[in-house]
């Protein structure tokens, strides 16, 4: 029986080059900006405010799609508060 791998190296270096395009993209727009080198949160720092960088193969595609149309999507989940997600323009 084949199990299906979650986690290690290949995940964590996504994760790791996402945080290090994130930072790049950042500085390239003058932010002061810098990578948490350890796994402790947060991942990035931006102008001194802690960033959770995640990637996911397909988990916001419904986000995308509705930003083809509109400037901000907000979502909730149930017994959290809201979310206002949109495209980042540094």
């Not at 290690?8 to 790791?16: A, D, I, S």
Request: charged share 35%; net charge positive; glycine share 6%.
């Amino acid at each position: 029986m084949t199990t299906k791998r979650k986690g290690g190296n290949p995940p964590r270096n996504k994760g790791y080059s996402y945080e290090r395009e994130v930072v790049n993209i950042a500085k390239d727009a003058g932010h002061k900006a810098q990578r948490t080198p350890t796994s402790k949160y947060p991942d990035v720092r931006i102008d001194n405010e802690p960033v959770s960088c995640k990637r996911r193969k397909n988990g916001m595609e419904w986000a995308y799609k509705e930003l083809e149309t509109h400037s901000y999507v907000l979502f909730r989940a149930d017994n959290k508060p809201s979310l206002k997600i949109k495209l980042w323009k540094p």
